[in-house]
């Protein structure tokens, strides 16, 4: 069994976004794969899945949709600045 946590599943997301120019939805694909495929288990499965959607769904980065997800799950609010928070549906502060 190979453990992946989040901070590999975002590095896997930027490298497919900037070094190879992948479109988010082929990136929201090929991450699934990994995700649901034999033998790897992703820590906060179900977060990391949402924050996939989410970064397709409203086309933001993939750390704030982590973000969201996260506080979504958790039913705590994000303080934040950043105007891509207000398309993720997340209680905002600040």
Partial sequence: ???VNG???S???WVLRSVYKAEVKVVGDAV???ILADGINVEDEEI???AVRS???ANVDYPDAFVAACARAR???VATFDA???RLGVELIG
């Fill in 84 to 86: 891509d928070f207000k």
């Fill in 1 to 3: 069994m190979l453990f």
């Fill in 7 to 9: 901070v590999v599943i």
């Fill in 11 to 13: 590095e896997l997301i």
């Fill in 55 to 57: 970064m397709e769904d």
């Fill in 32 to 34: 699934r794969s990994v």
């Fill in 48 to 50: 990391v899945l949402e």
């Fill in 75 to 77: 039913s705590e609010a």
